[in-house]
């Protein structure tokens, strides 16, 4: 992954890293196709919306196997810094580019209806379903802007509930740890879920902590959420190893999971 040019924290990278490195692989692995489709017109195109997009790390890592790439975010800090950065950044065709918005949050901006934000084969949510107000009026949002066949993903963190750590949450509910819904694609992790194959790392979340929305997103329920927004084939699966954050002032473990879903053909 090339993060040389993004001015974060180590922390960062390293939670980026341990998030991102391999995602196509880990995606493949789940089922997600990158073969590009072939259009009306001979051309192979394979089309990604890196939603909520921040700086472009989701973007960096899939580029090279997309004919394009859209990111979308709220933050025009981040869009600038992504499109600054993305000179450096190859696709098999136009660059990347990213602009300001909102596809999930209700009336859309007329500049993001236009045919180029539709129709994407593929839609990756990158941390950041956690902060949708309604995340179920969102899956429908995206799921409207995939192709028919397109694949929507999010990228998510599961909260462990251990008793040294949720009486830090400000929401300290529970759900228990999902160990018998785990598919074979996720590896091993140990009883207390606490990956066994390398260390945790370390996170500050307190600037980040007031801009989340949903507390308790796990593989089932974001599995529910995209079901429920008509996409099919839902699977999901964990990482095996976990990551440590910092919620207001207390520490945290997380496991990052992936989940997918497949719009139908036949819309
Ligand atoms: C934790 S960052 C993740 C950024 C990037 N996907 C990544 O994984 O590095 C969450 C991002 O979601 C963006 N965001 C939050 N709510 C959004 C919304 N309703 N629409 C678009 N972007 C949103 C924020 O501006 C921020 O850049």
Redesign the pocket.
Known sequence: MQMASLDMPDWMSAV?HS??DGLQARLERLGVSFEPKVSGDGKKEMRLL?????????TRELASSMTSVVG????SA?VDRYNADMAAVHTAGAAPRAYV?????GDVDPSLQGPEFFNFDLIV????FH???DAEH?AKALTDRLRPGGELVA?EFRRHHGSDQAHHLPHGHGHGHNHHHRQPAQGHADEDGHGTSSPSVYVRMED?EP?IKTHDLTGDTVVSIFTGAGLKDCAWAEYDDTVKMHFGGGEQLVTPFVVRGRKPSSD
């Open positions: 980026l998030v991102y890196d939603y909520a997009c921040g700086s472009g790390v989701i979308i975010d709220l933050s981040n918005g909102d596809l999930v949050s949510v990158g941390l950041a902060h949708f107000y969102a990228i980040v801009t």
